[in-house]
């Protein structure tokens, strides 16, 4: 879409009117208030082009929707492909792209994974395997984590941990406890015969990339296997190669009952959310097999996203890539950060998902502003706003790297001079 300048003016003017009267007034607002004056129009690679003629080297990336970068062509070809053959399906026949998905899926996610509901989105995903857990384990009890992100439909809010989000729609479900991240010994308090599920991200995301100590997830194995509680891995962020493995559970062989991925499974091109689950898990289709189901989830058109997106990964190595870029990224953040200790208080991550975490959650924004004025998307993490979040597209650039490093620490610089720090 090519605009011209003053259409583009207009498009911006009525888009953001429209997001006013019609969308979310205090969403136009923020958008505004953080400098942006043109609307996305145009996306490609590690790049969105806005209205305005200005360009963005996107490291919010969804956030972690575009692994494989905006508009990627391998994945929109067979989209396209899949689009004039049969868009959506008639959900009594049988679906061979779902079909052909889920065996994939089987082959490349932990262990003895092996059947997939597919549904349109990371909360979704969430809400399936928290009801898959009750139905097999026939116990009402979850445990979760404190800052864990899992989404905001009722049963994924009632996962998630930030009171901001939460208090305005209680009573949410019952039966969650939350346990401080990265504990094993609070976890194996907390669960009993009564826990049908443990849900955990093996690195919290939007918690402000937490990284557990190492044997965490294992130890979570240990103890659901000690009670007979499921183990469910939300690698909604963390999979699908963003970690430098391609799943996060990889890092430590862990295998979990249930795992939920989303976000990039759709390629960055279709919305696609899924849980896969040991086959005894299933059992809860066996009475009746549409005891949970969705009517978009598992399309061809998102499930022929999937697969390219699968392709994709195994093809261009992505996993090794995010964890040789992601290795740059750190260095080169970790040595700006060092002339700034006043403001910084760690740079951390695990192949492309790096969190810079300040002293303060207003200096994040400080800093997440001059980034966005020179051309560098980014945002905190929706539990932990004194966190800056980084999640570029695995095929970013070594040179695009160290641009965002220069960005970095030129906003780290005009923050420390503007707070006279
Ligand atoms: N789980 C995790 C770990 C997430 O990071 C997110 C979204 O950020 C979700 C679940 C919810 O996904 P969605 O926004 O697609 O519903």
């Given at each position: ?10 498009l ?19 958008v ?19 209205s ?127 346990v ?9 308090d ?35 296997d000690?009670t ?14 963003r ?95 060092a ?26 924004g400080l ?55």
């Open positions: 879409m090519s605009v011209s300048p003053g259409d583009a003016q207009d911006a003017k009525t888009t953001f009117q429209r997001y006013e009267q019609h969308i979310n007034p205090g969403m136009a607002q923020l505004k208030f953080m400098g942006f004056e043109g609307v996305e129009v145009r996306s490609e690679g590690c790049y969105v082009y806005t305005d003629g200005e360009c963005f080297l996107d490291c919010l990336g969804g956030p972690g929707v575009f692994s494989f970068g905006h508009n990627p062509e391998a994945i929109t070809a067979r989209v396209h492909e899949q689009l004039d053959l049969m868009p959506l399906s008639s959900h009594l026949l049988l679906n061979p792209v779902a079909a052909e998905l889920a065996e994939r899926l089987a082959r490349i996610t932990p262990g003895d994974l092996q059947f997939t509901f597919f549904c349109n989105s990371g909360a979704e995903a969430v809400e399936g395997a928290l009801k898959a857990a009750r139905a097999y384990t026939g116990r009402a009890g979850f445990v979760s984590t404190i800052g864990g992100y899992h989404g905001k439909t009722f049963g994924a809010l009632s996962a998630t941990a930030r009171e901001v989000y939460r208090t305005a729609f209680e009573p949410l479900v019952p039966g969650f406890t939350h401080s991240y990265g504990d094993a010994e609070a976890l194996a907390a669960v009993d015969e009564e826990t049908a599920a443990v849900i955990v991200e093996p690195i919290q995301g939007e918690g402000g990339i937490i990284i557990p100590p190492d044997g965490y997830l294992t130890r979570a194995r240990e103890i659901c000690e007979g509680a499921l183990l469910i891995a939300d690698e909604i962020q963390t999979g699908l190669g970690t430098g493995m391609t799943w996060c559970c990889d890092w430590e062989d862990v295998v979990p009952d249930i795992m939920t991925m989303g976000k990039a499974l759709g390629g960055g091109v279709m919305p696609l959310g899924a849980f896969i689950a040991r086959a005894e898990v299933w059992s809860i289709f066996e009475e009746n097999p549409y005891v949970h189901t969705s009517t978009f989830g598992g399309n061809p058109l998102a499930c022929a996203a999937g697969l390219a997106a699968l392709q994709t990964l195994q093809e261009q190595n992505l996993a090794e890539a995010a964890a040789q870029r992601g290795e740059q990224l750190l260095r080169g953040l970790n040595e700006a950060a002339k700034h200790e006043e403001m910084v208080t760690e740079v951390r991550g695990r192949g492309l998902l790096v969190g810079v975490e300040f002293t303060h959650e207003d200096i994040a800093v997440i502003a001059g980034l966005s004025g020179r051309k560098v998307l980014a945002a905190y993490g929706l539990n932990n706003p004194g966190t800056l979040r980084l999640a570029p597209p695995l095929i970013i650039s070594s040179e695009q790297v160290d641009e965002v490093v220069e960005a970095f620490a030129d906003a780290l610089s005009s923050t420390a001079a503007m707070l006279e720090l």
